[in-house]
């Protein structure tokens, strides 16, 4: 039976997944279409992922020195049996999967059960992660590392126990092989769980889990030369924000100068101080109020509304863990890049999905506890039962109080079959476009064979190629009838 125990058994790990194909499923094949195109698919910078799976090999020419090809991994695997559009869907679904699964465990380890699966109730409220699926880029995967640091980190600063620190160590070298952008997430996370095992366990403990932190972030820094091209750009050019601002406001003209340009395992660590202060620099900088467009202050307000209940979030989890202060710190710790990140939603001055996909994930945490402490008054409110039923009779009917009847309100509330601002329909919504020009303009230079005539644009036109030999339609196919029969084909028919 399920409990409100926040111990991971084995068992979790099978339902994690199953929960996690679940919610990628009812999010592709429904909820996604409440705010796109029925067939709305995300083709940002397709060049450079369609490139990405069709190099020869994983940093061969035409291998961008803007991303990792870590992230790229899972989209090759596909795309060697399904070609580059639908390798690259299926990417994304296996990594909306993974997501899924982990945010179920974030969730469970926090809260219980009942919170892993709110969580993913929670998590189709927010219009981009519906969309995971559907964007044919190398982000799902990457966020899928994210994911995966901040739960290893929550269970890792919560557990004095070794494998919940290796496992934390794996999801920290994961995070920081996924991008260059991941230190921003790797840096509080790896404090946190250094903070956590040098303040508790015996002498031996300490060591132990040291160790077991240290040799997964060690094989990941030797590892990182084999995703990363050799000029690899740094962290620091990429998440300046002063050319935007020049673009869009005239603001911090050029030229723009870096101390260091860090990677890692590209990059000596002692240029580590010199990011960090790069970083710390970025958030001094002024960004004036400007109105651009219509849909640009919409989204601005969207996020403050999204950010509005992540605060309210943080007050609860101080309230509600105020007698568990490890647990305090895991919940913190792990969702506090995220939530460092998302705050500069509130000034953007562009708006794009992979934005959102890395990281909102924190910030439905933050709602979910906001959640759970509304069913918890309401649990406090039924301990009469305790009192006044038989035992045979008392636990099934607090369990359908407590368990059952929670989930199925917000299940309720998510789908909008109960009008609310959680509703798929609610007045607050706005339109997501696709861009679907970005495919025909991809298919347009392929068919009249500019594509094979830059090196590094050539990978692309031969993985095209590659589909036309497998007989397949120069389009992504696997959402055409719903995801969840297609997914059932690809796994019978294998």
């Given at each position: 039976?399920?409990?409100s ?45 369609c ?21 790229m ?68 995967a ?15 600063i919560?557990s004095?126990?070794?494998?919940p ?22 840096l ?18 300490k ?10 972030l ?5 590892y ?6 050799f ?26 100068e870096y ?15 010199k990011?960090?202060?790069?970083l ?9 109020p ?71 994930p ?17 649990e ?13 009779i ?13 989930l ?43 594509m ?7 990978p692309?036109?031969?993985g095209i190629?590659k ?9 992504t ?14 796994f019978?028919?294998?």
């Amino acid at each position: 039976m399920l409990s409100s125990s926040t111990r991971l058994r084995w068992w979790d790990v099978p339902l994690g997944i199953a929960l996690g194909l679940m919610w990628t499923i009812l999010c592709c094949d429904w909820l996604s279409h409440f705010h796109t195109d029925a067939m709305g698919i995300f083709y940002a910078d397709l060049i450079e992922y369609c490139n990405g799976v069709s190099t020869k090999s994983l940093l061969g020419i035409g291998a961008s020195n803007k991303r990792s090809a870590f992230a790229m991994l899972l989209p090759r695997y596909f795309a060697q049996t399904e070609g580059v559009f639908d390798g690259l869907a299926m990417g994304a679904v296996f990594g909306q999967i993974g997501i899924g699964a982990l945010m179920y465990w974030w969730g469970s380890l926090i809260g219980g059960r009942r919170m892993g699966i709110s969580v993913l109730l929670l998590a189709s409220v927010a219009a981009p992660l519906t969309f995971i699926s559907r964007v044919l880029s190398s982000y799902p995967a990457m966020s899928l590392c994210f994911v995966a640091g901040a739960t290893g980190t929550m269970w890792g600063i919560k557990s004095q126990r070794l494998l919940p620190t290796f496992l934390a160590g794996i999801g920290l070298g994961m995070t920081l092989l996924a991008d260059t952008r991941g230190i921003v997430w790797a840096l509080p996370w790896f404090c946190g769980l250094v903070g956590s095992i040098c303040l508790r366990g015996s002498l031996g403990n300490k060591f132990g889990r040291l160790l077991a932190l240290g040799i997964p972030l060690y094989i990941s820094h030797q590892y990182a030369p084999s995703v990363y091209v050799f000029d690899a750009i740094g962290i620091e050019p990429q998440v300046d924000i002063r050319p935007s601002l020049y673009h869009w406001l005239q603001i911090y003209p050029p030229p723009y100068e870096y101390s260091s340009n860090f990677t890692w395992g590209m990059a000596p660590l002692s240029d580590l101080p010199k990011t960090i202060w790069f970083l710390f620099e970025q958030t001094q900088l002024v960004v004036p109020p400007s109105e651009r467009d219509a849909g640009m202050e919409l989204g601005r307000a969207i996020a403050q509304f999204y950010w509005e209940w992540a605060v309210l979030g943080m007050i609860m989890a101080w309230v509600y863990f105020a007698k568990k202060p490890w647990t305090l710190i895991a919940v913190g710790i792990s969702v506090s890049p995220f939530v460092m990140t998302f705050h500069g939603a509130l000034t953007m001055l562009e708006e794009h999905i992979r934005f959102y996909i890395q990281t909102l994930p924190g910030i439905i945490i933050l709602w979910t506890i906001v959640w759970e402490q509304g069913v918890s008054l309401w649990e406090y409110s039924t301990r009469w039962i305790s009192k006044t039923w038989i035992p045979i009779i008392k636990v099934p009917l607090r369990f359908g109080l407590n368990w059952l009847l929670p989930l199925y309100l917000l299940l309720n509330l998510v789908l909008g079959s109960i009008d609310s601002p959680l509703s798929p329909t609610a007045n607050w919504r706005r339109d997501w476009d696709p861009q679907p020009s970005d495919f025909g303009d991809l298919i347009s230079n392929y068919q009249q064979g500019r594509m094979m005539e830059h090196n590094s644009i050539e990978p692309c036109g031969r993985g095209i190629q590659k589909v036309e030999r497998m007989n397949k339609p120069l389009e992504t196919t696997i959402y055409n009838g719903g995801l969840r029969p297609n997914l059932e084909e690809y796994f019978l028919g294998r």
